[in-house]
């Protein structure tokens, strides 16, 4: 059993007990934190679906990311992070949604960000907040330590 399924079947049990529906908001990791949470039997019961937002046109048009937001902070940021979480609980309705947008590389984005820049983002009626991390390590090593990252901070607030 990899440490990614074991997470994510943790996450599935506390939001299957606490009858909290679950979506995903996911950039650099293209639908892995969907994938890890469907994995786990019973993930029917909570998880009700994921928006892969690699482009920034598709974060305006299914998640709302302001053009601003886009223009001036990028869509390597807190912010951007913040409104796709929140834009992800909209869109799917959703008790809690998870966001994640960063840099796996193996090039940067043409600004001062360093690769392996990551923002997961988790909002729920408590509110959202928003987590950075700064891993190294190849594009895979980085799209799965944010994925483990994400399912790590929805457990956090599942159990708060």
């Known amino acids: 059993m990899s440490a990614l399924y074991a997470l994510?079947?943790?996450?599935?049990r506390a939001a299957v007990a606490r009858g909290v529906t679950l979506g995903t908001a996911e950039s650099l990791?293209?639908?892995?934190?969907a994938s890890a949470l469907a994995e786990v039997p019973g993930a029917s019961n909570t998880l009700v679906g994921g928006i892969v937002s690699y482009a920034?046109?598709?974060k305006q048009a299914l998640l709302g990311i302001s053009q601003s937001v886009i223009q001036t902070e990028g869509v390597v940021s807190e912010p951007?992070?913040?409104?796709?979480?929140?834009?992800?609980?909209r869109a799917l309705a959703v008790d809690i949604a998870v966001s994640a947008t960063g840099l796996a590389g193996p090039n940067g984005d043409g600004t001062d960000t360093p690769v392996g820049t990551v923002f997961i983002g988790c909002a729920s009626a408590g509110g959202t907040q928003v987590q950075q991390y700064v891993w190294t390590g190849d594009r895979q090593a980085v799209r799965e330590q944010a994925a483990s990252a994400a399912l790590t901070l929805v457990l956090n607030v599942l159990q708060a």
Do not use: K
């Open 56 to 58: 920034p046109r598709v």
């Open 29 to 33: 990791t293209a639908g892995m934190i």
């Open 8 to 12: 994510a079947e943790q996450v599935v």
């Open 80 to 89: 951007c992070a913040r409104q796709m979480a929140e834009g992800a609980r």
